[in-house]
């Protein structure tokens, strides 16, 4: 059976039943058990389940996976995000940092570099922090999954100062529905940090493309900077050359 065929199989059985076994699917399939884990692997990437133990469920639009499961995913691809997002950076620059797994990838290759950082994030704060540059750390209650600190407090301390450039992380991205989160606190801190900066830029991975989560933060006509690791699929190129959103990507 052909590879798309059975991730079709596979989705199918999901939505009728909302969970599949490795082990059911295929005796179904008539595949080897490995088959398929490659087969829910590439489907989880592209964010259409979720894998647990000996098998899969579908998603949930309300929720994100904790940071150290969703670092496992796409991690070159958010590397090469975080190497082409440095060249916009130049030593004595303020900038913010948020929270997320391409923003963290950003944080390591800035490591040594002489600018003034302030982001929510204690992960990026630590990588950074022996630096020669600054690094102010937000106030804010600690949300355990991402170490980030989020809340109100977080957001009034970043509408107190202005940066040459807010990076952001994104949890998808939606044709319809634009650039969306999953948690309020993150869909506010984004629309502040994006006014606080001359230049708003979002970092996502290309597996992002297309996919959905339940909070509407960003139009895809708002004025920003967005940088992944390769061109976005033809609808998407279409919307940002409307709008002349700059795109920076590896051909």
């Given at each position: 059976?052909?590879?798309?065929?059975?991730?079709?199989?596979?989705?199918?059985?999901?939505?009728?039943?909302?969970?599949?076994?490795?082990?059911?699917?295929?005796?179904?399939?008539?595949?080897?058990?490995e088959t398929i884990r490659r087969d829910m692997k590439l489907l989880e990437e592209q964010g259409l389940l979720r894998r647990i133990y000996g098998g899969a469920v579908l998603p949930r639009l309300d929720q994100d996976r904790p940071l150290l499961e969703r670092?496992?995913?796409?991690?070159?691809?958010?590397?090469?995000?975080?190497?082409?997002?440095?060249?916009?950076?130049r030593d004595g620059m303020s900038i913010?940092?948020?929270?997320g797994t391409s923003t963290l990838a950003l944080a390591r290759v800035l490591a040594g570099r002489s600018i003034?950082?302030?982001?929510?994030s204690i992960n990026v704060a630590l990588l950074l922090g022996d630096g020669p540059g600054r690094v102010n750390l937000t106030p804010g209650t600690l949300r355990p999954k991402d170490n980030a600190l989020v809340g109100y407090e977080t957001v009034?301390?970043?509408r107190r100062f202005y940066f040459d450039i807010a990076f952001m992380g994104i949890s998808t991205v939606d044709i319809n529905h634009g650039w969306m989160d999953y948690e309020e606190h993150e869909s506010v801190l984004r629309r502040a940090l994006k006014n606080q900066?001359?230049?708003?830029?979002?970092?996502?991975?290309?597996?992002?493309?297309?996919?959905?989560?339940?909070?509407?933060?960003?139009?895809?006509?708002?004025?920003?900077?967005?940088?992944?690791?390769?061109?976005?699929?033809?609808?998407?190129?279409e919307v940002f050359k409307q709008h002349d959103i700059e795109l920076i990507a590896t051909p």
């Open positions: 059976m052909l590879t798309h065929h059975r991730h079709q199989e596979i989705m199918a059985a999901l939505h009728q039943a909302g969970r599949v076994e490795v082990a059911g699917i295929a005796t179904v399939l008539s595949v080897s058990e670092g496992k995913l796409n991690a070159r691809e958010k590397a090469r995000v975080g190497h082409l997002a440095q060249k916009l950076v913010f940092i948020d929270s003034n950082v302030t982001t929510n009034d301390y970043a900066a001359r230049r708003g830029v979002i970092l996502v991975d290309s597996s992002k493309f297309g996919r959905q989560a339940n909070l509407h933060t960003f139009g895809l006509d708002e004025a920003l900077t967005v940088v992944t690791d390769r061109p976005p699929p033809p609808a998407f190129m």
